[in-house]
C-alpha cells in the first residue's frame, strides 16, 4: 500500500512555521481513491468541478516515465519526474520548473534518511535541511512518498491529492529538488520505491507567476 505524506508550502520569511500534515493508515473507504492498483491514505477524491486536462496532455512523452526504481538509474528517474511535473504545470499554463543539484542533494538525503530509519516523515525542520544544503531559500515545499514503483506512478497519485497537487502547481516556486530510493519506508507500504520531492524560490528571486488559479483547482 503506498503512503503519501505533505509538507505544506511555508510562508514567505525567512523561518517558516512548521505546517505538516500526517495521512493516517488506510482504514475509512470513504477518504480514499484507486490510483492503478495504488491505494491512498486519505486522500480525497478530484471534484467534478476540477478542470479536465487537455487532450494531448496524456499523450505527451517524459522519457524514463515508466520506468522502474532499481532498473533505470537516479538521473533517468530523477529528469522524469522533473519531466512529468513540468507538463502538469505546462497544461495549466504555469511556468516550468528547473532541476537544481543542491535542492536533488536535499531531497536524496532525506529519502536516504527515511529508509535507512523506517520513519516517514518530513522531520523537524525540512526547511533547514535545504538550507544545509546550500539552497538560500524564500519559500519551499515538500512532497514525499513511499511504495510507488514508476516516476508516472508518483506523480499521478500527488496530482490526485490536494496538497501534493498544489505544491506541484505553485505558481511561486522556481527549482525543484528529486531523491529517490529503490526501498521503501518499512510498515507503511509494500513493493518498491521512496520519493523526495523538494520546491523552492531562491532568496534573491521573485515569483515566476502569480496564478494560484491552478492550484485552487487541486487535486486533478
Same mark, same amino acid.
Request: contains cysteine.
Given at each position: 500500500?503506498?503512503?503519501?505524506?505533505?509538507?505544506?508550502?511555508?510562508?514567505?520569511?525567512?523561518?517558516?512555521?512548521?505546517?505538516?500534515?500526517?495521512?493516517?493508515?488506510?482504514?475509512?473507504?470513504?477518504?480514499?481513491?484507486?490510483?492503478?492498483?495504488?491505494?491512498?491514505?486519505?486522500?480525497?477524491?478530484?471534484?467534478?468541478?476540477?478542470?479536465?486536462?487537455?487532450? +494531448? $496532455?496524456?499523450?505527451?512523452?517524459?522519457?524514463?516515465?515508466?520506468? #522502474?526504481?532499481?532498473?533505470? +538509474?537516479?538521473?533517468?528517474?530523477?529528469?522524469?519526474?522533473?519531466?512529468?511535473?513540468?507538463?502538469?504545470?505546462?497544461? $495549466? $499554463?504555469?511556468?516550468?520548473? /528547473?532541476?537544481?543539484?543542491?535542492? !536533488? !542533494?536535499?531531497?536524496?538525503?532525506?529519502?536516504?534518511?527515511?529508509?535507512?530509519?523506517?520513519?516517514?516523515?518530513?522531520? @523537524?525542520?525540512?526547511?533547514?535541511?535545504? +538550507?544545509?544544503?546550500?539552497?538560500?531559500?524564500?519559500?519551499?515545499?515538500?512532497?514525499?512518498?513511499?511504495?510507488?514503483?514508476?516516476? #508516472?506512478?508518483?506523480?499521478?497519485?500527488? @496530482?490526485? +491529492?490536494?496538497?501534493?497537487?498544489?505544491?506541484?502547481?505553485?505558481?511561486?516556486? #522556481?527549482?525543484?529538488?528529486?531523491?529517490?530510493?529503490?526501498?521503501?519506508?518499512?510498515?507503511?507500504? /509494500?513493493?518498491?520505491? /521512496?520519493?523526495?520531492?523538494?520546491?523552492?524560490?531562491? @532568496? $534573491?528571486?521573485?515569483?515566476?507567476?502569480?496564478?494560484?488559479?491552478?492550484?485552487?483547482?487541486?487535486?486533478?
Amino acid at each position: 500500500m503506498p503512503i503519501l505524506l505533505l509538507m505544506p508550502t511555508p510562508p514567505v520569511g525567512p523561518q517558516p512555521t512548521r505546517i505538516a500534515r500526517h495521512l493516517r493508515p488506510r482504514s475509512v473507504l470513504a477518504t480514499l481513491i484507486l490510483v492503478g492498483s495504488a491505494a491512498l491514505a486519505t486522500v480525497p477524491a478530484a471534484t467534478a468541478t476540477a478542470p479536465a486536462r487537455p487532450a +494531448s $496532455h496524456k499523450q505527451a512523452a517524459c522519457a524514463g516515465a515508466n520506468a #522502474r526504481v532499481g532498473r533505470a +538509474s537516479t538521473q533517468v528517474l530523477r529528469a522524469a519526474v522533473v519531466c512529468l511535473i513540468n507538463q502538469e504545470r505546462a497544461a $495549466h $499554463h504555469l511556468p516550468v520548473l /528547473t532541476a537544481s543539484p543542491l535542492l !536533488n !542533494n536535499s531531497a536524496q538525503r532525506w529519502t536516504n534518511a527515511m529508509v535507512s530509519s523506517d520513519q516517514f516523515t518530513h522531520g @523537524m525542520n525540512f526547511a533547514g535541511r535545504i +538550507s544545509a544544503a546550500g539552497y538560500d531559500w524564500r519559500s519551499a515545499g515538500e512532497n514525499i512518498a513511499t511504495g510507488f514503483a514508476t516516476p #508516472r506512478s508518483v506523480v499521478a497519485a500527488w @496530482m490526485a +491529492s490536494s496538497g501534493h497537487c498544489q505544491n506541484i502547481l505553485n505558481p511561486s516556486y #522556481r527549482n525543484i529538488g528529486t531523491g529517490v530510493s529503490r526501498r521503501i519506508v518499512k510498515g507503511y507500504a /509494500t513493493g518498491v520505491g /521512496t520519493w523526495t520531492q523538494d520546491f523552492a524560490l531562491g @532568496m $534573491h528571486q521573485s515569483a515566476p507567476s502569480g496564478n494560484y488559479g491552478p492550484a485552487s483547482g487541486c487535486p486533478y
